[in-house]
């Protein structure tokens, strides 16, 4: 079993008290609750709130064996998989009888792999960490910098993508401008600040329906959110970014912060799996699966989650399901059955993924929801997507802090984990303030 | 003022409300509640749960600006400090008419500092979030390790110190691997581990009458903890440390996991104010101020904190007081009240520090307390010492989240936040698992 994300933590879950040894390896020593990861990067939620250490959930699960380290090669022929440990050390081969792999996915950055440094994403918890800082740290140097131009471009953020992330992650920097900070600072207004949400497509949360995507948009100008729709980004420098509109017009638009939240490219994992077993992969990197989600002509290899794509029986397009977490979790719960039932010659069934809706939030208060044909905008919507993260967040400790840090955060509308944390180790010969 | 630690606080604080302009300069965003912080380091409680933004604390006193930002100098003759804003930018004058200094200390590694980025400090949140991720990666990494050697190397923890911070840590870092991590592994034994406390003297913790030392060293064993008394550090390397006992005898012990906590070297800030006045500074870097905490000939600048000795007005060697919180938070509220009793005309007193007495905790229900005679040791001194800690934890919000983490590690012998953070900004190229 490689990744422990939602797929991978299912499919575990599922192998749970069945007579076989089960090898969890992730490259990260816990799981991450994606989903809310966003809200580490503007401080309203601390990481230790949305992830839960692997070898926890598994210590009771005796056939379950949890290793940290990453997979640098898939060798399907021989069954086995290889891994580097985390401290320099010998790599390590694993064998395998059945394979799942569940290596999820990443930004693109449109091809360009020079703006990532640039314009940091906030799936991941270190990356999202370190927005936090640079967003926070933004502010700190506006209330310093006496040039009414570079403080403009400090205050100035861009988040390009506006799906359900980008979307949440514009809206609480809206938020985190005009209500937690205010007040805060004596030379500047932070709440003067711009929040350009940049999206190619003509409106944003595309996979909404129109009306939501209409009602979301303004929910964003309410928290001082400027969605740029029909606007692409041409161009990612330390000081700017580029846009070009439908007409082909650029604009400049000086800023310190960029978010990244765009285009998806699956684990290189799905590269190597289709290179194992001659699959076909797409342009996004994820490997076509048959439908019952193994490898064509690979049986024993499983393969879920955001880095794949099902096989057409009938013979179209390959399909492409939503890269959300009831996806992943429906694909790994699927996988551990079809282990199960092969196991005890049972006969299986094709994957069906069950559509339960989608739900996205905007501020305090304000979400959509699009739920079996039923369109939620408002405070309803925001308090089901509320009641639904908290249930599928994994510990109860977790709950129980990240309630109360909502509740307050809610009544007072401050953010309680505003650090400025480098992730420097030391900075040597500077022991004082 | 200089410094967001339990002076500078401290100070500001006592200043609210009067007919002065205060700022308060740190180099990072928030205070830190420092006595906490190696519990970060352990994964017992999570960063923004012992750190509070500067600017929350502040947000009401209209007379208060806090600015975040490095001190490159102490211009004492023109009665200003230089700054470094947090972004990359031209340094910043701050002119003054009183200036509070309290830098703090950090850890001199006898100065070997070639040690510091191998033997990491849990002082600072930096650093501790990067001890964390130490120690989690070293059982990773031996539940992974073929060879029996290199798994014990990565099994024995080394502490430098047997401080209260050194002895906290090394019962931290005992309960860890035998109560939060038992059963998490499949390969190894966590409980197994070794965990050596190094320190020059003959008993551990120094500072307390040596009755509580000999319990303190006893509480240590029962955790796993070796209690290495009468040993100095001779040598730190990426595999081992060297140890000299009292008859000379060197012993190398292979460890890839050492944490230093021993010896004290004031903040640079300290030699500043020395070679701006000429006052004396100690081998420890500290600056000998008046018994008022003024500098000599200087009435105007104030030192406060570990970064100082007190003069002997009766001719004696300068006073050191302890590097304690409640020592930093009386200098701090003295200075606040020396500045308006100058202002208002009132004759001023020298500074007299109130011995409140001190405490430490061992581990699960185990303490030791020194208050007035009073000598404690057990539940009742942990306690006490939980009570302290939670009553000057500053922040509504934090004090419930510590007392919930708290209620539930004691009682299931848990680590919530048990996370490894690189600090990594992002892996180029990897975006999978």
Redesign the interface.
């Known amino acids: 079993m490689?990744?422990?994300?939602f797929a991978g933590l299912q499919a575990t879950k599922g192998l749970h008290g069945a007579d076989v040894h089960v090898t969890l390896v992730?490259?990260?020593?816990?799981h991450l609750f994606q989903p809310l990861s966003y809200q580490v990067a503007t401080?309203a939620l601390?990481?230790?709130?949305i992830?839960q250490?692997l070898?926890?959930i598994f210590?009771?699960d005796v056939n379950v064996?949890?290793?940290?380290?990453?997979?640098t090669d898939l060798a399907l022929d021989r069954h086995a998989i290889v891994?580097q440990?985390?401290?320099a050390?010998p790599e390590?081969e694993l064998p395998y009888d059945s394979l799942i792999v569940?290596?999820?996915?990443?930004?693109n950055y449109f091809g360009h792999?020079e703006w990532?440094?640039l314009a940091?994403e906030v799936k991941s918890?270190?990356?999202a960490?370190?927005v936090r800082a640079r967003i926070?740290?933004?502010f700190?140097?506006a209330?310093?910098?006496p040039d009414p131009q570079?403080r403009a471009a400090?205050l100035t953020f861009v988040i390009v993508g506006a799906g359900p992330t980008g979307v949440e992650m514009a809206g609480q920097i809206g938020e985190l401008a005009r209500d937690t900070?205010r007040?805060?600072?004596?030379?500047i207004e932070p709440g003067q600040g711009r929040v350009l949400l940049v999206e190619t497509a003509d409106r944003v949360l595309t996979a909404f329906p129109a009306s939501l995507s209409e009602k979301a948009a303004h929910a964003l100008r309410r928290l001082g959110v400027t969605p740029m729709t029909d606007h692409t980004v041409t161009d990612v420098t330390s000081g700017a970014v580029e846009l070009k509109d439908g007409s082909g017009a650029i604009t400049r638009v000086p800023t310190?912060t960029v978010i990244w939240a765009a285009g998806v490219?699956?684990?290189?994992?799905?590269g190597m799996l289709g290179h194992g077993c001659g699959a076909q992969v797409d342009r996004a990197g994820r490997v076509a699966v048959e439908p019952d989600l193994t490898l064509p002509g690979k049986p024993e290899v499983i393969a879920l989650g955001d880095?794949v794509v099902l096989r057409d029986p009938r013979g179209g397009d390959p399909i492409a399901l939503p890269g959300l977490a009831p996806v992943a979790m429906q694909e790994g719960r699927y996988a551990a059955k079809l282990i199960l039932d092969r196991l005890a010659g049972r006969p299986t069934k094709p994957f069906r993924y069950l559509d339960k809706g989608q739900l996205a939030t905007i501020g305090r208060g304000e979400g959509v929801a699009d739920i079996h044909g039923l369109h939620l905008a408002g405070p309803l919507a925001w308090a089901t997507w509320l009641l639904v993260h908290l249930f599928y967040l994994i510990?109860f400790?977790?709950r129980?802090?990240v309630l109360?840090?909502w509740a307050?955060n809610f009544l007072t509308r401050?953010r309680?984990?505003?650090?400025?944390?480098?992730?420097?180790?030391?900075r040597?010969?500077?022991?004082?303030?």
């Open positions: 490689v990744g422990g994300g992730d490259r990260n020593n816990y401080g601390s990481p230790a709130e992830a250490p070898r926890r210590h009771d064996r949890v290793i940290m380290g990453e997979v891994i440990p985390p401290e050390g390590h569940a290596g999820g996915s990443a930004y792999d990532r440094p940091l918890l270190e990356s960490i370190e926070l740290r933004a700190e140097a209330e310093l910098e570079v400090l900070l007040g805060d600072f004596r030379a310190r490219t699956a684990s290189p994992l799905a880095m510990g400790q977790n129980v802090i109360i840090r307050v401050g309680g984990a505003r650090l400025i944390t480098d992730g420097v180790t030391h040597p010969g500077s022991p004082g303030r």
